[in-house]
């Protein structure tokens, strides 16, 4: 192998695709009778600062209050909150099982 082909092996990977991880999805412990019923529409207007819902997995969390302690800071949820689906951008941050668990805090219902 060349030098050059050793560093870009390097700093490219070995040239192989980085392997999505198996997402693990939220699944509340809370009885799904008792869970609300939300129209994705309703959320339109919960993204700022006064009101902001997230959307992860089919379940909606409310998450205004935690807007100023979330680690990455509040902008992150802002940008997918209200009528559309953080799922995505939830799981690709990878965040830790406690931060999963805390989630059902936050929870109001899920999308009808």
């Given amino acids: 192998m060349s030098f ?3 560093i870009t092996s390097y700093f490219t990977g070995g040239g192989e695709e980085p392997q999505k991880k198996e997402r ?4 509340p412990l809370i ?13 339109k207007s919960r993204n700022n600062n006064e009101s902001c ?11 205004t209050k935690f ?17 559309q689906d953080a ?3 939830f799981h690709d941050s990878g965040h830790s099982d406690e931060a999963i668990k805390q989630m059902e805090a936050y929870l ?3 999308i009808q």
């Fill in 53 to 63: 819902y997230i959307c992860i997995d089919g379940y909606i969390y409310d998450v």
């Fill in 4 to 6: 050059f082909s050793s």
């Fill in 67 to 83: 807007l100023n302690e979330h680690p990455g800071g509040e902008d992150i949820l802002l940008d997918v909150s209200g009528a």
């Fill in 87 to 89: 799922s995505e951008a």
């Fill in 31 to 43: 009885d799904a009778d008792k869970i609300n019923i939300v129209a994705l529409d309703d959320l």
């Fill in 24 to 27: 693990k999805k939220i699944i």
């Fill in 108 to 110: 109001v219902g899920r």
